[in-house]
């Protein structure tokens, strides 16, 4: 959503001229690019340390082509 946000500010900016509009514009724009890193730091902090997702459980059997043997945590 934050990236969204940046969109318009960013449009705005490059499109007017000097005056009141703009500089809100571009305050506003930078609020939300600080958003969008850090929230996307987070998410990739997440996805990479949190508990999402499945766990294998067990050694892989590389002499069969079947994943049946190892256990899954999920």
Same mark, same amino acid.
């Given at each position: 959503?934050?990236?969204?946000?940046?969109?318009?500010?960013? *449009? +705005? =900016?490059?499109?007017?001229?000097?005056?009141?509009?703009?500089?809100?514009?571009?305050?506003? !724009?930078?609020? $939300? &690019?600080?958003?969008?890193?850090?929230?996307?730091?987070?998410?990739?902090? *997440? +996805? =990479?340390?949190?508990?999402?997702?499945?766990?294998?459980?067990?050694?892989?059997?590389?002499? !069969?082509?079947? $994943? &049946?043997?190892?256990?899954?945590?999920?």
């Amino acid at each position: 959503m934050a990236m969204l946000v940046l969109h318009g500010p960013g *449009w +705005l =900016a490059m499109k007017l001229g000097l005056g009141p509009v703009r500089s809100r514009a571009m305050r506003v !724009g930078t609020w $939300a &690019a600080v958003a969008v890193i850090v929230l996307y730091a987070a998410g990739g902090l *997440w +996805l =990479a340390y949190g508990d999402l997702g499945f766990a294998i459980a067990g050694a892989i059997d590389t002499a !069969g082509s079947s $994943a &049946a043997n190892v256990g899954i945590i999920g």
